[in-house]
């Protein structure tokens, strides 16, 4: 059972940056490939990024790419979505999630974080 807690949420102005950070429980998370999704009010949850567990192969969503980038560092269970350029559209709880395939499809992944709310003003 992997715990996946995410942090570095919060209120930032519209073109501003953010780092979101998840931080796993379990030594196996660096086994598995890694996800962030956001769920916007009255919106279903959407794919931002993904990255493999060695491959270093990245999806990124359209709607971010070019401003968002996925990484981490296995030696510290760690997984970070880097924001920049911020839009309020970008508002919304963002999920951090661990899964045995690297996929945009959430049920691709078998544990999720409790989210961080990111909320962008223009």
């Known amino acids: 059972q992997v715990q996946l807690v995410e942090s570095g949420g919060g209120l930032v102005q519209a073109g501003g940056s953010l780092r979101l950070s998840c931080l796993a429980s379990?030594?196996?998370?660096?086994?598995?490939?890694v996800g962030w999704f956001r769920q916007a009010p009255g919106k279903e949850r959407e794919f931002v990024a993904a990255?493999?567990?060695?491959?270093?192969?990245?999806y990124i969503s359209a709607s971010v790419k070019g401003r968002f980038t996925i990484s981490r560092d296995n030696t510290k269970n760690t997984v970070w979505l880097q924001m920049n350029t911020l839009k309020p559209d970008d508002t919304a709880v963002y999920y951090c999630a661990a899964g045995r395939t690297t996929s945009g499809l959430s049920s691709s992944y078998d544990y999720w974080g409790q989210g961080t709310q990111v909320t962008v003003s223009s």
């Open positions: 990255l493999a567990w060695s491959s270093g192969i990245t």
């Open positions: 379990e030594r196996t998370f660096r086994t598995y490939a």
